[in-house]
């Protein structure tokens, strides 16, 4: 359980047998194992390309089991937070860069702002930035896509076009009211 999944998340296999040195293979990559109980041993699945693996178990006197098929999917990404995550709507545009904050993203990925993919820049796999494009006042959503279509959870952008006072002087001039 489950039958397929990411790199690094946790397997747990049920059956009979197992000892502290039953090895888990993924294909041709032996896994390190833990028994969690009679009829319980775990495993993380290692980082290894996306795609359709045989999965069996080989004890330490060379019985392996029945073999069965685990899908390796490609990581999906998965954005943390947006800084900033308000924007005002006159900002100018070198002040309209925004870093996503998240995990597996790749070179190749794209960000997805209201749904349409944008321009962006691959900084880490934990973090991406991009221009907020021009676009009305309220909340947008922002996700990132990997090339394997892939696409993360959305954070919420908030593109703020209320007036807003910089400053207030007084001036030497004077306003009076013209009488007809």
């Known amino acids: 359980i489950p039958s397929q999944g990411e790199p690094e998340i946790g397997i747990t296999l049920y059956g009979s047998g197992f000892t502290d040195k039953t090895t888990a293979f ?8 833990e028994v969690l109980g009679p009829k319980q041993l775990t495993f993380d699945i290692p980082k290894l390309p996306p795609g359709l693996y045989a999965l069996f178990l080989r004890r330490e006197d060379g019985t392996t089991s029945r073999t069965y098929n685990f899908a390796l999917l490609p990581p999906k990404p998965v954005v943390y ?4 995550d308000t924007m005002y709507a006159c900002s100018t545009d070198r002040n309209r860069e925004v870093v996503v904050s998240g995990r597996n993203f790749q070179e190749r990925s794209q960000v997805l702002f209201d749904g349409a ?11 991406f930035s991009f221009k907020v494009p021009r676009a009305g006042s ?3 959503q ?4 990997n090339s ?11 593109i703020d076009s209320r007036p807003e006072i910089d400053s ?3 001036s030497e001039e004077k306003i009076g009211r013209a009488h007809v």
Request: proline share 5%; charged share 10%.
């Open 117 to 127: 993919a944008i321009r962006g820049n691959f900084l880490s796999p934990a973090s």
């Open 168 to 170: 207030v002087t007084v």
């Open 138 to 140: 309220g909340l947008h």
């Open 81 to 84: 937070a947006l800084s900033p």
């Open 142 to 145: 922002v996700q990132v896509k």
């Open 26 to 33: 993924l294909g041709n990559t032996a896994v390190k194992t």
């Open 148 to 158: 394997e279509d892939a696409i993360s959870g959305s954070q919420g952008l908030f």
